[in-house]
């Protein structure tokens, strides 16, 4: 038998489709995106400590996952409803799987590895604009569903942060060392264990000023 919409909104499921729902259900397919995308930029790892790093970083996605499957379900929305929305982000994570693939058969190790940490920056920075949204999106608002999702965003936000600045780190270093320029790796934004843009920024100054100071020692 049905329950009547009186019964359902006793129950706290939420049947209305709003923004927030619909963007909800489309930052849980980025992150089961995400798990795809690093699972294939595992098979182009060629840095043991990059590697190690990417599998944390996997781990953390499906637990993501989780988290955000329970905040959708608390928001009374069937987490694996399809929506063009969804439709559009799973499309988007496969094509980057299928680049990091065509990579892997296509160019030199060094190289896949370098089209693998593009493509994780890629899904990352939508990843990392998602999860800011969501924060800011719970507001002052009450409930069940908001409480769950205010938690989630306090729990989950500095990995976030770091899966983006850190990659983003990875995959300019990797390219300098490919293009025969000074390269610090593991970049500076691991070493001094990035967690904001304004870390992330001041990591990528120390590494253009690192790479000046040994060109002008060599010049001597």
């Known amino acids: 038998m049905k329950a009547t919409k009186k019964q359902k ?15 909800l259900l489309e930052a849980l397919e980025t992150e089961l995106g995400g798990v795809e995308v690093y699972g294939a930029a595992l098979e182009c790892a060629q840095n043991d400590e990059l590697r190690e790093e990417w599998q944390n970083y996997l781990d953390q996605t499906k637990e993501h996952v989780t988290a955000l499957t329970k905040v959708c379900a608390d928001f009374g929305l069937d987490p694996k409803k399809d929506t063009p929305g969804r439709q559009i982000v799973r499309l988007i994570g496969k094509s980057l799987v299928k680049a990091m693939n065509t990579a892997l058969g296509s160019v030199p190790p060094e190289g896949a590895e370098i089209v693998a940490a593009e493509c994780v920056v890629h899904a990352e920075t939508k990843d990392h604009m998602n999860w800011t949204l969501l924060k800011e999106a719970t507001g002052a608002g009450t409930g069940r569903g908001m409480e769950a999702l205010r938690a989630a ?10 899966h983006l ?56």
């Open 9 to 23: 909104a006793a129950s706290g499921r939420e049947t209305k489709e709003t923004p927030l729902s619909s963007f």
């Open 153 to 162: 965003c306090e729990k989950y936000e500095d990995e976030e942060d770091e």
């Open 165 to 220: 600045y850190h990659t983003q780190g990875w995959a300019r270093e990797l390219t300098k060392a490919h293009l025969q320029l000074d390269a610090s790796l593991p970049p500076q934004e691991e070493k001094q264990h990035v967690t904001t843009a304004l870390g992330a920024a001041r990591a990528q100054k120390s590494a253009k000023h690192s790479s000046s100071e040994k060109a002008a020692r060599a010049a001597r």
